[in-house]
């Protein structure tokens, strides 16, 4: 375990009824921009709730809407240009990851002279922020509780993420009953998001992070268990509370900071998102496996044993088939469990056209992972995964 700081500055208010402490907002001034995404939190009745809130604390209210799945820079630039004319305080999120993502952007870019894309280009920029709140409604990302945020520009296909420490929020309401009405297949993509962030912070070949590894692996334990739940009963709600708290854990530096490497799998799947436009839990879902694959060997064999016994209950004391048999767990829960695509064909990418390029992107931005991957080892990956 190498030396580490973990610092997470964000007050949670977690359970049914803490969206009251939208109230609390009221300290940081008297502006706030609203970012949301599609129109579902006016269906479900959270936004009529939020609104009175805020305006019953005194404050003015305004509104950036249609923040995208894979939130794209125009967006984040409406925002800016939204504090920059109306000398807005703060930034309030109200959505799942995407939107976090979006307004905390946003939140950096009021403080920045230049372009928004700057920012996401080239974290080091980053200063400064508006203060940042969530409430979040779907459990997927952790951007809730976390520092990082991922903006696609489609027009250069491009999709990439940046951090910084005043990106994260100041407070995030965590309610589960809000969580209730999310679909089957995005309930399934968050359980495949969260599980990917996790896996991201587990497999290392730092021995010595013991702690670490033991959070991660009751971490995986209940995301596999209550994902399920949560599919066969959507207004559960223990299992929709405790995957939103996991989810929130995967991600905020409790299971990777002073072991994890560099990420290898989410830079592989931004570039499908941004040359395909598709589902980010999706894509990891498809493409966690044939990774897994990939880099089994007698050097990681140890780690996938170590996955298969203390997650799956496998047992044995060879390492290579128990090894083997927690990958194809991990498949069997992805595709069959959580009924989600097994193949790159089944979202719509049927041809290798762009590989080549996204590979080597990908390979840019996953140097120092838990196996060195090469262009030529990823463009074999998402091959597998066709």
């Not at 520009?153 to 309401?173: F, Q, R």
């Not at 912070?201 to 959070?215: I, L, P, T």
Request: charged share 20%.
């Amino acid at each position: 375990m190498y030396n580490f700081t973990f610092h997470v500055p964000t007050t949670i208010h977690f359970g049914k009824g803490e969206i009251s402490h939208l109230a609390d907002l009221a300290a940081y001034g008297k502006k706030v921009l609203l970012c949301y995404g599609g129109g579902s939190i006016k269906r479900n009745g959270i936004y009529d709730q939020a609104t009175k809130i805020l305006s019953d604390a005194g404050l003015e209210i305004f509104e950036l809407s249609g923040v995208e799945p894979n939130p794209r820079i125009q967006t984040v630039r409406r925002g800016v240009d939204l504090c920059r004319k109306e000398s807005i305080d703060m930034v309030l999120a109200i959505g799942g990851g995407s939107t976090i993502d979006c307004a905390k952007v946003v939140a950096a870019g009021a403080k920045y002279d230049g372009d928004a894309w700057d920012l996401v280009i080239h974290p080091e920029l980053i200063k400064a922020a508006l203060p940042i709140f969530s409430v979040l409604t779907l459990a997927a990302t952790g951007s809730e509780m976390d520092a990082f945020a991922v903006i696609s520009d489609m027009t250069k296909n491009e999709k990439w993420g940046t951090a910084a420490e005043c990106l994260k929020p100041t407070m995030s309401v965590l309610d589960p009953t809000y969580t209730f009405s999310v679909p089957a297949r995005q309930t399934a993509a968050g359980t495949a998001d969260m599980m990917s962030h996790t896996f991201e912070n587990y497999f290392s070949m730092d021995d010595g992070a013991y702690v670490q590894k033991r959070m991660a692996e009751a971490l995986l334990k209940t995301m596999i268990h209550y994902g399920p739940i949560a599919l066969e009963k959507p207004d559960d709600y223990d299992a929709r509370a405790n995957l939103m708290w996991a989810a929130s854990h995967a991600i905020n530096g409790l299971v990777g900071e002073g072991c994890a490497p560099a990420w290898c799998v989410h830079p592989m799947e931004h570039e499908l998102s941004a040359f395909y436009d598709i589902t980010h839990g999706e894509g990891l879902a498809i493409l966690t496996p044939a990774w897994m694959e990939h880099v089994l060997s007698e050097k990681t064999e140890k780690q996938f044993a170590t996955y298969g016994r203390n997650v799956w209950g496998l047992t044995g004391t060879d390492d290579a088939p128990v090894a083997r048999e927690a990958i194809a767990r991990t498949r069997q829960f992805f595709t069959e469990t959580m009924h989600m695509p097994a193949t790159l064909h089944e979202v719509g990418i049927t041809d290798e056209e762009h590989f080549d390029v996204m590979a080597q992107k990908a390979a840019d931005g996953s140097k120092g992972s838990f196996v060195p991957l090469t262009k030529e080892d990823i463009v074999e990956i998402y091959r597998a995964a066709k």
